[in-house]
T-cell receptor, first 115, second 113 residues
């Protein structure tokens, strides 16, 4: 059983397009995250959601909009894609604050290529 | 073999040898430190964590050492195996309401059979 799943695994699109990446976790976790990993493997947090509420937005352009329809899903919508958005995007989840919040479970990643 | 984290992002060791991966962290207020392993084409995977009030913690074949004086963290892998080949990240976080983890640059470990 897949704990954290993302779709699609690969996404190739042109500049200016709008795209979405979906994420689902079946671990019963309350907190979900989006990370961006660049070509040098640098991993940086973008958003953090707890019980469907945004708790962190780490200076991400407003072209990126996370949406959490329920506790098990956190989707990432990107408007007006730019070349610099090319990266691997990881979704993750963890138990609630105060427990093992730092033990995050990552999805397999979505490789976004903007041409 | 040893790495010095940001200055030597790659580390090659012979199978069966011990590996030491080093990490320098920046925030003296961090409450916990975590090591993640990322295999090729996969997401990072939690390995082990250590709280700021500890200086050593052991897991299965892994030991994490924390030196708060010099803001240094290390991951020791005993009897390194080919399956240990991956990029290893240290991460730091604070016990706040944000659950944010800030990841280091990463060190690529290659195990030579």
């Amino acid at each position: 059983d897949t704990a954290v799943s993302q779709t699609p695994k690969y996404l190739v699109t042109q500049m200016g397009n709008d795209k979405s990446i979906k994420c689902e976790q079946n671990l019963g976790h309350d907190t979900m995250y989006w990370y961006k990993q660049d070509s040098k493997k640098f991993l940086k947090i973008m958003f953090s959601y707890n019980n469907k509420e945004l708790i962190i937005n780490e200076t991400v352009p407003n072209r990126f909009s996370p949406k959490s329809p329920d506790k098990a899903h956190l989707n990432l919508h990107i408007n007006s894609l730019e070349l610099g958005d090319s990266a691997v995007y990881f979704c993750a989840s963890s138990q609630d604050i105060g427990t093992r919040a730092y033990e995050q479970y990552f999805g397999p990643g979505t490789r976004l290529t903007v041409t | 073999g040893e790495s010095v984290g940001l200055h030597l992002p790659t580390l090659s060791v012979q199978e069966g040898d011990n590996s030491i991966i080093n990490c320098a962290y920046s925030n003296s207020a961090s409450d916990y430190f975590i090591w993640y392993k990322q295999e090729s084409g996969k997401g990072p995977q939690f390995i082990i964590d250590i709280r700021s009030n500890m200086d050593k913690r052991q897991g299965q074949r892994v030991t994490v050492l924390l030196n708060k004086t010099v803001k240094h963290l290390s991951l020791q892998i005993a009897a390194t195996q080919p399956g240990d080949s991956a990029v290893y990240f240290c991460a730091e976080g604070a016990q706040t309401g944000a659950n944010n983890l800030f990841f280091g640059t990463g060190t690529r470990l290659t195990v030579i059979p």
